[in-house]
């Protein structure tokens, strides 16, 4: 099947400092992608939707300033943590749409940020 | 309108017995039901998927059976393995009505299948 990578796997980082999260398609395009944030032994909530040369399209109650998205190729998204809490510490999913495939989503392994 | 309910919450089960899961739904606009797999510190991968045209689908050991009026979908794992132990989710979105396969996940059911 397709992948999708994320890259940092794994993050730690100060209170206050920004960290980037970057999700790219490696064999597809990916007009859509979608982050995803995961806290232990619950489920995933989307935070936004993420759509090739546009703005990104936030869920309720997630803060468009806190977590920047930024979809600027057809397989490259990424999602910024701005001045992070400890709060913040969570299990990060982006999954993105292939383009040529109707309907299915793939996902990527995830990034764990702990924010100290 | 958008929740997906998925029980039970976690559930054990016998090396080679079968693992039920079940999902029920409540918005009809929803029409493509995926279940997924996750393993710890892993993103979920897809096992398999419907469309309430269908009211089985088998691959492999994995079933989905849906009832579209009831709004209620199962995934059963027959033959379950403790390689299967694992996270499992139910999902619904609304794919050919403009959703955009924006998917609503069910809670999550922690299966552990013992030897």
């Known amino acids: 099947g397709a992948v999708v990578s994320q890259h940092p796997s794994r993050v730690i980082c100060k209170s206050g400092t920004s960290v980037k999260i970057e999700c790219r398609s490696l064999?597809?395009?990916?007009?859509?992608m979608f982050w995803y944030r995961q806290f232990p032994k619950q489920s995933l909530m989307l935070m936004a939707t993420?759509?090739?040369?546009?703005?990104?399209?936030?869920e309720q109650g997630v803060e468009k300033d806190k977590f920047l998205i930024n979809h600027a190729s057809l397989t490259l998204s990424t999602l910024t943590v701005t001045s992070a809490h400890p709060e913040d510490s969570s299990f990060y999913i982006c999954?993105?749409?292939?383009?040529?495939?109707?309907?299915?989503?793939?996902f990527g392994e995830g990034s764990r940020l702990t924010v100290l | 309108q958008q929740q997906v309910k998925q029980s039970p919450q976690s559930l054990i089960v016998q090396k080679g017995g079968i693992s039920i899961i079940n999902c029920a739904y409540e918005?009809?606009?929803?029409?493509?039901f995926p279940w997924y797999q996750q393993f710890p510190g892993k993103g979920p991968a897809l096992l398999i998927a419907?469309?309430?045209?269908?009211s089985e689908k088998k691959e492999g050991r994995f079933t989905i059976s849906f009832n579209k009026s009831a709004k209620q979908f199962s995934l059963h794992i027959m033959d379950s393995q403790p390689g299967d132990s694992a996270t499992y989710f139910c999902?619904?979105?609304?794919?050919?009505?403009?959703?955009?396969?924006?998917?609503?996940f069910g809670t999550g059911t922690q299966l552990k299948v013992e030897l």
């Open positions: 918005n009809t606009a929803f029409d493509y």
């Open positions: 993420s759509n090739e040369g546009s703005k990104a399209t936030y």
């Open positions: 064999d597809f395009q990916a007009t859509t």
């Open positions: 419907i469309r309430p045209d269908v």
């Open positions: 999902a619904a979105s609304m794919l050919l009505t403009g959703g955009g396969n924006k998917l609503t």
């Open positions: 999954s993105a749409r292939d383009h040529a495939v109707t309907g299915e989503l793939f």
